[in-house]
């Protein structure tokens, strides 16, 4: 297994449907030290608007991947270092496991498979609006979790596992559950990350951390700070 994110400890998730903070622009986004953007969101995504951002990340020097939540939202552009296709684990409806994809995959005569990948979502928050979208089974105990997890690599051999609870900060305990089933799969973990301590605990208990809404709520400054506490949290403590 050798995709990019196995080195990555921080990603910066842009929302199409949000905005930046006044008077921040894309360029400072992508100056944070992230070590790659998605850009994605569950409501309100269009074409153009992620076409918008794709355009403005990608003329930096950080990798951009989008994350369609649908296929009506997949951009095709040089702009962007590939596709990063969610598939929910805990989702009631099935839509969001594969009968979106197999939609995208009817109407697209494009899709890139040389770029594309997907993400295994464990959806934990019940109040997110992706918990919601996909009726997410939420009440999952830790082993569940960890369960979860271990199928995700396993049985469906995905790469990446993402827990994800989006809006709130996590239970770490089943988030450390997740990370000590997978072998080889990257754990990325999404949540309520809003300052250096909290990115350097969640980092503690995954490989890949993603922060959100802290980029459209607070700007660059903050992010920069979970930047360092999701790579403090990676770093060999000296004696
Ligand atoms: C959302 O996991 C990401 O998909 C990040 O969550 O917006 O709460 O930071 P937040």
């Known amino acids: 297994m050798s ?127 992706v918990a919601t979208y996909t009726q997410a089974n939420c009440d999952l105990e830790a082993d569940e979790v960890a369960a979860y997890a271990e199928a995700a690599e396993h049985l469906l051999g995905q790469e990446i596992v993402y827990v994800e609870y989006s809006g709130t900060l996590g239970d770490t305990e089943k988030v450390q559950a997740a ?9 990325f973990y999404g949540g309520g990350i809003h300052d250096y301590d909290s990115a350097r605990q969640m980092a503690s208990h995954s490989d890949v951390i993603v922060v959100g809404d802290l980029v459209h709520d607070e700007g660059a400054d903050a992010v920069r700070e979970t930047v360092e506490g999701a790579k403090d949290a990676k770093t060999p403590v000296q004696d």
């Open 3 to 129: 995709g990019p994110w196995t080195e990555w400890d921080h990603v910066l998730k842009i929302d199409p449907d949000k905005s930046l903070v006044d008077g921040e622009t894309f360029e400072d986004v992508a100056a944070t030290g992230t070590d790659a953007i998605e850009v994605g969101g569950t409501t309100g995504m269009t074409e153009e608007k992620m076409a918008r951002v794709v355009d403005a990340c990608g003329k930096y020097d950080v990798p951009v991947y989008i994350e369609p939540s649908n296929p009506a939202s997949v951009v095709h552009s040089d702009r962007h270092d590939g596709y990063l296709i969610p598939v929910v684990m805990n989702a009631g409806d099935v839509t969001w496991i594969t009968g979106a994809h197999k939609e995208w995959i009817r109407l697209d005569d494009d899709v890139d498979w040389s770029r594309t990948f997907t993400e295994a979502y464990i959806v934990l928050n019940p109040e997110a609006s």
């Open 179 to 187: 990370h000590d089933a997978l072998d080889d799969a990257t754990l």
